[in-house]
C-alpha cells in the first residue's frame, strides 16, 4: 500500500476527502512509514477533516517516532483530551532527558515541570526532579525530595542520590542516622562512601573494614604479618661520652589487624658503644685518678606493644620498656595519642613519655667509676598538639607543631622543654605522587638549663636554651596502592644554638672530693639539614622489603641512621599503601 499512496498522491489529494486522508495516515503510521504519515495527517489537517484533535494526536506520535519531541508537543499544545495530556506529559519528560544528557539542567527543570503540568507526577518524575536539584547546586532541596522517596520505596539508585545531597548539603550526621534507622541500600551506599572516603584520606585499614571489597589492592591487608630487620645509628660526639653507635638487631615484629584497629609487638635487641672514654674527660663524680667509665652495652631487650585504631578519629597507645641490663633499670614508657584527618585537616593531640636516645647516659644510663652508683636513663614526660590546615582551595597548607615537656631521670636534675615549629606548604600537582609539598619553615626550641654534660646530676643530652632553624621543607609520597610505595621529608636551613654555661655538677655528687670547670657558654650557626626516606617493594604477593634512611647535620654535628626490614605477609597482597611502610627510627632517634 505504501506505494500505491505514493504513486497515486496527486490523484488522492485531488478528492479533498479528509477522511480518506486520515485513515491513510493512520495506516502508514501503523505500517512504520513515519514520514509519509506526518505528510498524510498534515494533508488531512489542512482539509480542514473531521477530528482535528485525533489529527494532531497522530502527527505528534508520528513526529515522536521520527525523534522530534519539541515539534511533536507542539503538534498537541492545545489538544485536551486523557490521551494528548499523557503524550504531552511524556515528551516533556523525554526533553527533559535529552537536556539532562547536555547538561542544561535549567531546561531539564522547565521540561520536567511542563511533565508535571500535564499530570506527570509518578515516581520517575519526583526521581528526576530530585537528580536535576542536585545538579543545579540546590542539595537541600534535592535532600527533600530523595528522603521523601527513599521512605516511600528504598532503592539503590534514591540511596546514593540521598547520600550524595546529604554530604553536599553538610548533613552527614543526619545522612549517618537515617542509614542506621532506614538500613537497606542506604546503609550499604554509606558505607561504601565512607570506605572510599577513608581511602582518599589515606585511612586504607579504615576502608577495608568497612568494605573488604571496595578496591582490589585491599586484599590482604587486614591479614597479619612479621617483619624481621635491622637498625644502625651512627651519631657524632666526643668518645666516651656524646658520641653513640646504637645496633638493633633483631628487630622482630607481629602485626595483627582486627577490623580497623591493629595490635602490634615488637622486641628488639639492642646494643650500644659510646666510643673508648678519654682520660681527663669530666665524668661522674669526677674524683681524681677515677678509673675509665665503662661505655657499652652489650645487649639489652626492648620491647613495646602498640594498638592503634584507625579512622578519621583514630587512635594510638604504645607501652615499652627501654632496654635492660643497662646501668640503670629499664623504665616504662608509652604514649596515647588521638588523632583527626578530614579532607582540608589533619590534627594530632598526644601525650607520651618516651627514652631520650642522645647518648647512652640519657638513654641507658652510666655508672660513675668513683662511687659504683648508677645515673642518668632520662626519660622526656610531654605532650603535643600538630597538624596543618588547607589555606581554601589555594594549594598551600599551614602546619605548627607545639610541644610542651619536662625531662627528668635516675639522679638527674629535672629540667622544662618547650618547642613550637611553624611551616607553609604549597602542594604540587606531579604525576604518580600522592603529594609532593614544598615550603619555608620555622622552628624555635627552650631548655631551662643546659644539662649536655656527664658529671652527676647532668643527662648528657643535647639542651639548648635557643635553637632557632629557618628554612624551607620538601615532603612527598608515591602514589598508594602500587607495588612500591616512597615517602620523605627532607629540611635544610639556617640553624642558631646558644646554649648558657653550667655548674660543674647538677647534683651533689655521690663521691665527694671531686671538681671540674663549669660548663661554658657556648653559640654556634651555620647551615643543618635533616632528611628522611622510606621505601617499601612488594617482591612478591607475600614478600615485602623495606628501607628507612635518616640524616641530621647541623654545626659540628652528624647523625645518619638506617633500617632494612623484611616482611611476610600471610596473605597475598597486590599493593602497598602509606601505612605500610617502615617507621623505624623513631626508635632509635
Same mark, same amino acid.
Given at each position: 500500500?505504501?506505494?500505491?499512496?505514493?504513486?497515486?498522491?496527486?490523484?488522492?489529494?485531488?478528492?479533498?476527502?479528509?477522511?480518506?486522508?486520515?485513515?491513510?495516515?493512520?495506516?502508514?503510521?501503523?505500517?512504520?512509514?513515519?514520514?509519509?504519515?506526518?505528510?498524510?495527517?498534515?494533508?488531512?489537517?489542512?482539509?480542514?477533516?473531521?477530528?482535528?484533535?485525533?489529527?494532531?494526536?497522530?502527527?505528534?506520535?508520528?513526529?515522536?517516532?521520527?525523534?522530534?519531541?519539541?515539534?511533536?508537543?507542539?503538534?498537541?499544545?492545545?489538544?485536551?483530551?486523557?490521551?494528548?495530556?499523557?503524550?504531552?506529559?511524556?515528551?516533556?519528560?523525554?526533553?527533559?532527558?535529552?537536556?539532562?544528557?547536555?547538561?542544561?539542567?535549567?531546561?531539564?527543570?522547565?521540561?520536567?515541570?511542563?511533565?508535571?503540568?500535564?499530570?506527570?507526577?509518578?515516581?520517575?518524575?519526583?526521581?528526576?526532579?530530585?537528580?536535576?536539584?542536585?545538579?543545579?547546586?540546590?542539595?537541600?532541596?534535592?535532600?527533600?525530595?530523595?528522603?521523601?522517596?527513599?521512605?516511600?520505596?528504598?532503592?539503590?539508585?534514591?540511596?546514593?542520590?540521598?547520600?550524595?545531597?546529604?554530604?553536599?548539603?553538610?548533613?552527614?550526621?543526619?545522612?549517618?542516622?537515617?542509614?542506621?534507622?532506614?538500613?537497606?541500600?542506604?546503609?550499604?551506599?554509606?558505607?561504601?562512601?565512607?570506605?572510599?572516603?577513608?581511602?582518599?584520606?589515606?585511612?586504607?585499614?579504615?576502608?577495608?573494614?568497612?568494605?573488604?571489597?571496595?578496591?582490589?589492592?585491599?586484599?590482604?591487608?587486614?591479614?597479619?604479618?612479621?617483619?624481621?630487620?635491622?637498625?644502625?645509628?651512627?651519631?657524632?660526639?666526643?668518645?666516651?661520652?656524646?658520641?653513640?653507635?646504637?645496633?638493633?638487631?633483631?628487630?622482630?615484629?607481629?602485626?595483627?589487624?582486627?577490623?580497623?584497629?591493629?595490635?602490634?609487638?615488637?622486641?628488639?635487641?639492642?646494643?650500644?658503644?659510646?666510643?673508648?672514654?678519654?682520660?681527663?674527660?669530666?665524668?661522674?663524680?669526677?674524683?681524681?685518678?677515677?678509673?675509665?667509665?665503662?661505655?657499652?652495652?652489650?645487649?639489652?631487650?626492648?620491647?613495646?606493644?602498640?594498638?592503634?585504631?584507625?579512622?578519621?578519629?583514630?587512635?594510638?597507645?604504645?607501652?615499652?620498656?627501654?632496654?635492660?641490663?643497662?646501668?640503670?633499670?629499664?623504665?616504662? &614508657?608509652?604514649?596515647?595519642?588521638?588523632?583527626?584527618?578530614?579532607?582540608?585537616?589533619?590534627?594530632?593531640?598526644?601525650?607520651?613519655?618516651?627514652?631520650?636516645?642522645?647518648?647512652?647516659?640519657?638513654?641507658?644510663?652510666?655508672?660513675?667509676?668513683?662511687?659504683?652508683?648508677?645515673?642518668?636513663?632520662?626519660?622526656?614526660?610531654?605532650?603535643?598538639?600538630?597538624?596543618?590546615?588547607?589555606?581554601?582551595?589555594?594549594?598551600?597548607?599551614?602546619?605548627?607543631?607545639?610541644?610542651?615537656?619536662?625531662?627528668?631521670?635516675?639522679?638527674?636534675?629535672?629540667?622544662?622543654?618547650?618547642?613550637?615549629?611553624?611551616?607553609?606548604?604549597?602542594?604540587?600537582?606531579?604525576?604518580?605522587?600522592?603529594?609532593?609539598?614544598?615550603?619555608?619553615?620555622?622552628?624555635?626550641?627552650?631548655?631551662?638549663?643546659?644539662?649536655?654534660?656527664?658529671?652527676?646530676?647532668?643527662?648528657?643530652? &643535647?639542651?639548648?636554651?635557643?635553637?632557632?632553624?629557618?628554612?624551607?621543607?620538601?615532603?612527598?609520597?608515591?602514589?598508594?596502592?602500587?607495588?612500591?610505595?616512597?615517602?620523605?621529608?627532607?629540611?635544610?636551613?639556617?640553624?642558631?644554638?646558644?646554649?648558657?654555661?653550667?655548674?660543674?655538677?647538677?647534683?651533689?655528687?655521690?663521691?665527694?672530693?671531686?671538681?671540674?670547670?663549669?660548663?661554658?657558654?657556648?653559640?654556634?650557626?651555620?647551615?643543618?639539614?635533616?632528611?628522611?626516606?622510606?621505601?617499601?617493594?612488594?617482591?612478591?604477593?607475600?614478600?615485602?622489603?623495606?628501607?628507612?634512611?635518616?640524616?641530621?647535620?647541623?654545626?659540628?654535628?652528624?647523625?645518619?641512621?638506617?633500617?632494612?626490614?623484611?616482611?611476610?605477609?600471610?596473605?597475598?597482597?597486590?599493593?602497598?599503601?602509606?601505612?605500610?611502610?617502615?617507621?623505624?627510627?623513631?626508635?632509635?632517634?
Amino acid at each position: 500500500m505504501p506505494d500505491f499512496v505514493h504513486d497515486h498522491r496527486a490523484d488522492i489529494l485531488a478528492l479533498q476527502d479528509s477522511d480518506l486522508d486520515q485513515r491513510l495516515a493512520w495506516a502508514l503510521f501503523n505500517t512504520g512509514q513515519a514520514q509519509a504519515a506526518a505528510d498524510w495527517f498534515r494533508a488531512a489537517l489542512a482539509a480542514h477533516g473531521t477530528n482535528p484533535d485525533g489529527l494532531r494526536y497522530g502527527l505528534a506520535l508520528t513526529l515522536r517516532k521520527q525523534g522530534d519531541a519539541a515539534a511533536a508537543l507542539a503538534a498537541i499544545t492545545d489538544v485536551d483530551n486523557a490521551d494528548a495530556r499523557a503524550l504531552r506529559g511524556d515528551l516533556a519528560v523525554e526533553l527533559a532527558l535529552a537536556a539532562q544528557q547536555r547538561g542544561d539542567y535549567a531546561d531539564e527543570y522547565h521540561w520536567l515541570q511542563q511533565a508535571q503540568a500535564a499530570g506527570r507526577d509518578d515516581r520517575e518524575i519526583k526521581t528526576l526532579l530530585a537528580w536535576n536539584a542536585l545538579h543545579r547546586g540546590d542539595a537541600t532541596d534535592a535532600a527533600r525530595r530523595f528522603d521523601s522517596l527513599y521512605t516511600a520505596a528504598p532503592e539503590q539508585d534514591v540511596a546514593q542520590g540521598l547520600a550524595l545531597a546529604l554530604q553536599q548539603s553538610d548533613q552527614d550526621e543526619r545522612l549517618h542516622m537515617l542509614a542506621r534507622t532506614l538500613g537497606g541500600p542506604l546503609a550499604s551506599v554509606v558505607a561504601r562512601s565512607d570506605a572510599q572516603r577513608d581511602l582518599d584520606l589515606g585511612l586504607p585499614q579504615a576502608a577495608a573494614a568497612r568494605v573488604p571489597n571496595l578496591n582490589p589492592a585491599l586484599a590482604g591487608l587486614l591479614s597479619p604479618s612479621v617483619h624481621v630487620g635491622g637498625l644502625v645509628r651512627e651519631k657524632s660526639g666526643s668518645r666516651g661520652t656524646s658520641q653513640l653507635s646504637i645496633t638493633r638487631w633483631p628487630d622482630l615484629q607481629i602485626d595483627w589487624p582486627m577490623a580497623a584497629d591493629r595490635l602490634s609487638l615488637d622486641v628488639a635487641r639492642v646494643r650500644l658503644n659510646a666510643g673508648a672514654a678519654t682520660p681527663g674527660v669530666p665524668f661522674g663524680s669526677n674524683l681524681p685518678g677515677q678509673p675509665l667509665p665503662t661505655t657499652a652495652l652489650g645487649a639489652g631487650w626492648e620491647p613495646r606493644l602498640s594498638w592503634t585504631r584507625q579512622g578519621r578519629w583514630g587512635v594510638q597507645a604504645m607501652l615499652g620498656l627501654t632496654p635492660s641490663d643497662g646501668p640503670v633499670s629499664s623504665a616504662p &614508657f608509652g604514649e596515647l595519642a588521638v588523632s583527626n584527618t578530614e579532607t582540608d585537616h589533619m590534627v594530632t593531640a598526644k601525650l607520651y613519655v618516651e627514652p631520650v636516645r642522645d647518648s647512652m647516659l640519657s638513654y641507658v644510663g652510666l655508672r660513675d667509676p668513683a662511687s659504683g652508683r648508677a645515673w642518668g636513663r632520662v626519660l622526656r614526660w610531654g605532650g603535643s598538639v600538630d597538624g596543618y590546615t588547607a589555606l581554601g582551595a589555594s594549594g598551600w597548607t599551614l602546619g605548627g607543631r607545639a610541644a610542651l615537656e619536662h625531662l627528668n631521670g635516675r639522679d638527674v636534675a629535672g629540667n622544662a622543654h618547650q618547642a613550637l615549629a611553624l611551616s607553609l606548604s604549597h602542594n604540587l600537582p606531579i604525576a604518580g605522587m600522592r603529594f609532593f609539598s614544598i615550603g619555608p619553615s620555622l622552628a624555635y626550641e627552650h631548655y631551662t638549663r643546659n644539662l649536655s654534660g656527664f658529671t652527676w646530676g647532668h643527662g648528657g643530652y &643535647f639542651s639548648p636554651q635557643r635553637f632557632i632553624t629557618t628554612g624551607a621543607t620538601v615532603a612527598f609520597q608515591t602514589t598508594e596502592a602500587k607495588r612500591w610505595i616512597a615517602a620523605g621529608v627532607m629540611q635544610m636551613g639556617w640553624q642558631s644554638v646558644r646554649q648558657d654555661g653550667g655548674a660543674c655538677f647538677a647534683l651533689t655528687p655521690p663521691a665527694t672530693g671531686g671538681s671540674c670547670t663549669p660548663l661554658a657558654r657556648s653559640t654556634s650557626n651555620g647551615l643543618g639539614t635533616s632528611s628522611h626516606l622510606r621505601v617499601g617493594y612488594l617482591l612478591s604477593p607475600h614478600l615485602e622489603i623495606d628501607s628507612e634512611v635518616g640524616v641530621r647535620t647541623g654545626p659540628a654535628y652528624r647523625d645518619r641512621a638506617i633500617y632494612l626490614g623484611l616482611r611476610y605477609h600471610f596473605a597475598p597482597r597486590s599493593a602497598l599503601f602509606g601505612m605500610d611502610l617502615p617507621y623505624r627510627l623513631i626508635n632509635a632517634w
